[in-house]
Nanobody, 123 residues
């Protein structure tokens, strides 16, 4: 059974950090492009950052560049999202997703989705 499971969300103060994990089962993550997406209250789901399957390069991170970092541990079949200098506007449900299309940016290019993990940035 193909499954993606996010974890690591929670409540954090502005300026704080969190690390989200995305663990895959039923398939090998390093064969897929992986994206982190988020959906804030009353907002559409948007791309946060992505990592290529071919060379590990990262992309689609314009709005969080310099604060968020995506990485993958192929041995653990897991992708991470390190989030630093968090702001209240980062509050959202965060999702990871996998795509067979290397370099995929659009939501509809992603084949598998996790259930999401809530991140709340508030004092």
């Amino acid at each position: 059974q193909v499954q993606l499971v996010e974890s690591g969300g929670g409540l954090v103060q502005p300026g704080g950090s969190l690390r989200l994990s995305c663990a895959a089962s039923g398939f090998t993550l390093d064969l897929y492009a992986i994206g982190w997406f988020r959906q804030g209250p009353g907002k559409e789901r948007e791309g946060v950052t992505c990592i290529s399957s071919s060379d590990g390069s990262t992309y689609c991170a314009d709005s969080v560049k310099g604060r968020f970092t995506i990485s993958r541990d192929n041995a653990k079949n897991t992708v991470y999202l390190q989030m630093n200098s968090l702001k209240p506007e980062d509050t959202a449900v965060y999702y990871c997703a996998a795509s067979v299309v290397d370099g995929a940016k659009n939501l509809d290019q992603y084949d598998y989705w996790g259930q999401g993990t809530q991140v709340t940035v508030s004092s």
